[in-house]
């Protein structure tokens, strides 16, 4: 499944965006006046193929959850156990992502990828992968490829088998997701730690030293987050990933929801449907579904800047410009929702605005 989704994905096309560059400049606005809203729509015009694109509608948000080894060497002060409390929160519509979402109508699939403690949840709301009849409301997806991930100070997170499991969970839900509808995938993340495993993908694909790419996730104090600055190093300097090898890089030093989050990129990818980035998980997954096929990012929109210093090393990395900035750090997909109507303007521009000549407004 792997191989053939990174066959599907092809470059932009280039007469879409240059049939979308010609109409935004008949349209009854100064050339350039809406700013970054522009070249997106262009950009989104090309991954569909024709212009105007469709509107990215509707929008569906998937949150990959996953524990991580790691946190067994204090990198965080939360407990472990809090990754399947949220999952628990994000099922009832209690969480910030709920909120967003339901302010964007937009669906919340949430995906069990690796989560180590038991979920307390309503089986009502729990699926099958490929099972589409969903229950009101957010809807859990049971595609646990293994409890939590190894420690990777110690050996290799993941072997490379699962690592491909995950990630080819992330195509599935890619492609379920798409053929019920939506026209707009979200990232979301939950796994506490998982900001430690973010900060060695990004190191690993981009070279820049783990002190500037290691932030201090959920607001850890010096002495943990020097210790985890430490552990990022001593990961690398273990297993030396090689950028080359993106599914090598993702077992070594990644985490399952990082690699199903890869997948659910390289899905969106070649079925042509933009992927709207949250934050630093996602973009350090962003790294290695490029790193798969490098023309997966003509379908990725940066949604917001986390205040994670990784995300904008690994945005620079993939020539990416975020829509928003508003000093997030949550995950969950909350900072892509929010950027969610800017990209729905951008393309409804395209669709509704006037020429000039039928509007009989005077050029200048």
Known sequence: MLESTVAAIGPLDESAM??????????????GSLGALEPLSVRLAGLAGGCPPPLPEPAAVAIFAGDHGVHA????????????????????GGAVVNAFARQAG??????????????????????????TTAPTGPRLVAANVRPGTRDMTVTAALTRDEARAAVETGIRIADELIDAGAGILLTGDMGIGNTTPAAALIAAFTGVDPAQVTGRGTGVDDE?????????????????????????VLAAVGGLEHAALAGLILGAAARRVPVLLDGVIAVSAALAAAAFAPDAVGAMVAGHRSAEPGATAALRH????????????????????????????????LHEVATFDSAGVAEK
Do not use: C
């Open 106 to 131: 937009a669906s919340v699939t949430v995906v069990d990828v690796g989560v180590a403690t038991p979920l307390p949840v309503d089986p009502a709301a729990t699926a099958a992968p490929g099972d």
């Open 18 to 31: 240059a049939a979308a560059r010609e109409l935004h400049g008949r349209l009854t606005k100064p050339a």
């Open 73 to 92: 060497q204090g990198v965080t002060p939360w407990p472990q156990e809090v990754t399947a409390q949220m999952i628990g929160n994000f099922l009832a």
């Open 318 to 349: 993939l020539n990416l410009d975020p829509l928003i900035d508003l000093g997030l750090r949550l995950g969950e997909g909350t900072g892509a929702l929010l950027a969610l109507p800017v990209v729905t303007g951008a393309v409804r521009v």
């Open 224 to 248: 943990t987050y020097r210790r985890k600055v430490d552990v990022v190093r001593a990961a690398l300097d273990r297993h030396a990933p090689d950028p080359a090898d993106p599914l090598g």
